[in-house]
């Protein structure tokens, strides 16, 4: 709710909320109303160690959250420890949800978004696909592992399908001036630059690369999800880019139409994808509890794993045995201001 990724983290704690109103206006879930204690960690491991150490004394049902992978890596010792199941909204790195030295899937640890190695693939497709381009540069941020991963899974997915990267640079959260490597890029002729990163820097590399002349298609991951991207770059200099993510607000689905309607109407915004998956998450915990019979940690967790054909706003979703969600992901395009779904 504070920190790096503030925004994330308030638009998903919204999502969460208006689904738990509205679950509890339906009568809540097994007889009981959902009772929810908000926290915030900062987008910081410790402090999300911290927090969930705290909940746990309180005897919660589930954590929903945080919201960064890193983040999620703090709290799965102490909810794996307790046996309480946490549901990560939109932690996309791989790790999340399995140990890498052992291989095994984390028993109490879940998420409704999907991977960055999935997301990834998907931006390379619609790339050579769509866009019909054969080469490729990666300017994205070395400062966290959303980034990292991504490039790394868009540039084996991209060699992978006959694509070539002509260029590879990096940046470090917080820069502001990201000319000389957007120099650099240019004199390599890309047909497609992919950024994968934050909005908070994002936005700044995109509008520079415009100002340099740069037209080729700029595409990313769902970490340019924010208002501020408009607001930064402006509409202008934002048309011909791409970016994956996990629902269009523009989708005719009367049940995402229901979903955005009631959310503007609370917070008076449009909700993006972080405001959907929190409402997923909540939605989906209450339904879990339901199938399990009882608000048991043990019972909920093994109903979660179970969990198929699931509804959600982001996606039906069915949970592999790897607890992440087997869905489609949607690709955004800005066209003039406006998110466009393609």
């Known amino acids: 709710l504070s920190g790096a990724v503030a925004s994330y983290g308030t638009n998903a704690r919204n999502g969460a909320l208006l689904a738990i109103e509205e679950i509890n206006a339906a009568g809540g879930v097994l007889g009981k109303q959902l009772d929810p204690l908000v926290r915030d960690c900062q987008s910081k491991p410790d402090e999300a160690m911290n927090v969930s150490s705290q909940l746990v004394g309180k005897k919660i049902v589930a954590q929903i959250g945080p919201l960064v992978s890193g983040a999620v890596a703090g709290s799965t010792p102490i909810m794996n420890e307790n046996k309480v199941p946490l549901i990560a909204p939109a932690a996309t790195a791989v790790n999340v949800t399995v140990d890498e030295k052992t291989g095994k899937t984390y028993e109490y640890i879940f998420r409704v978004c999907y991977l960055d190695s ?78 994968p990163g934050y909005y908070t820097e994002v936005s700044i590399l995109v509008k520079q690369a415009r100002d340099m002349g740069i037209t080729v298609p700029i595409g990313g991951g769902d970490g340019w999800d924010s208002p501020d991207m408009l607001k930064v770059a402006g509409a202008k200099d934002l048309n011909n880019t791409f970016f994956t993510n996990h629902y269009s607000v523009q989708d005719p689905d009367p049940g995402i139409q229901a979903f955005v309607k009631a959310y503007q109407a609370k917070y008076n915004k449009v909700p993006d994808s972080f405001a959907a998956l929190g409402y997923d998450s909540a939605k989906l915990l209450a339904d879990a509890i339901k199938r399990a019979g009882a608000a048991d940690p043990v019972k909920v967790k093994d109903a979660l794993a179970a969990t198929k054909d699931f509804p959600g706003i982001t996606g039906k979703m069915s949970m592999n045995d790897k607890h992440n969600p087997v869905k489609k992901i949607v690709v955004i395009e800005y066209k003039d201001g406006k998110l466009v779904s393609r």
Do not use: W
Request: hydrophobic share 40%.
């Open 118 to 195: 999935d997301q990834a693939q998907r931006m390379v497709d619609f790339a050579i696909n769509d866009l019909k381009v054969k080469t490729a540069a990666i300017y994205g941020s070395t400062s966290d592992d959303y980034a990292k991963g991504l490039a790394k899974y868009f540039k084996e997915g991209f060699i992978a399908k006959g694509g070539k990267i002509v260029a590879e640079e990096g940046y470090v959260n917080g820069d502001k001036d990201f000319k000389a490597a957007l120099t650099k890029i240019k004199g390599k002729n890309p047909e497609f630059i992919y950024v």
